[in-house]
């Protein structure tokens, strides 16, 4: 199946400090992504869509000043967490659309974000 | 609005025990139903998929039936493993949709 990347696959910062976090789809090009969060032991949030060339469509209750997502082209879409803080850790999870695979979702392998 | 109602875990089961983690769905349009795998420390796997009522997806001795009457998608397997502990994820997602997933179950096969 298609492969999905993400990195790093595990980031220490603090406090206040930004993040960015990089998903690349690396055998097709995905006009859409997403980025989910999970906490220890709950099932997945979507946080947002990421669509090529324009502007992420976020969630209710998701910041889009804290969470600024950037899909720049077909392969790449970054999330930056701003100004991070201890509420942020967790493990961020991508996904990419691949739109010649009937649209079906393939997952990166998460980042795990601490904040201290 | 569209869901996914999926067993609670934690399961816990001896190795060679059958398995069975439940999964419904709501029957909004004609949706495709997955059931994804992640094994501790990682992202989500798909383990299987079903685009079409009576279909049954089937990778690695699991397997689910698309069951439009019962608006399921029950994940089975005949014989676990402890390698076979993850957290399974139950899904329906429908075209350009974003895909909605269940809670999760987190299973443990116990030697």
């Known amino acids: 199946g298609a492969v999905v990347s993400q990195h790093p696959s595990r980031v220490i910062c603090k406090s206040g400090t930004s993040v960015k976090i990089e998903c690349r789809s690396l055998?097709?090009?995905?006009?859409?992504m997403f980025w989910y969060r999970q906490f220890p032991k709950q099932s997945l949030m979507l946080m947002a869509t990421?669509?090529?060339?324009?502007?992420?469509?976020?969630e209710q209750g998701v910041e889009k000043d804290k969470f600024l997502i950037n899909h720049a082209s077909l392969t790449l879409s970054t999330l930056t967490v701003t100004s991070a803080h201890p509420e942020d850790s967790s493990f961020y999870i991508c996904?990419?659309?691949?739109?010649?695979?009937?649209?079906?979702?393939?997952f990166g392998p998460g980042t795990r974000l601490t904040v201290l | 609005g569209n869901s996914v109602t999926q067993m609670e875990g934690p399961v816990t089961l001896s190795e060679e025990a059958f398995l069975t983690i439940n999964c419904t769905y709501t029957a909004t349009g004609y949706p495709s139903l997955f059931w994804y795998v992640q094994y501790p420390g990682e992202g989500l796997q798909l383990l299987l998929k079903a685009t079409k009522a009576d279909d049954k997806g089937s990778n690695k001795g699991f397997e689910a039936t698309y069951r439009k009457e019962t608006t399921s998608f029950h994940l089975e397997k005949g014989s676990v493993q402890v390698s076979d502990s993850a957290v399974y994820f139950c899904a329906r997602g429908r075209g350009n949709e974003k895909l909605t997933f269940g809670t999760g179950t987190r299973l443990t096969i116990i030697p």
């Open positions: 996904s990419a659309r691949d739109p010649g695979g009937g649209n079906e979702q393939f």
């Open positions: 990421s669509n090529e060339g324009s502007k992420a469509t976020y």
């Open positions: 055998d097709f090009q995905a006009t859409t």
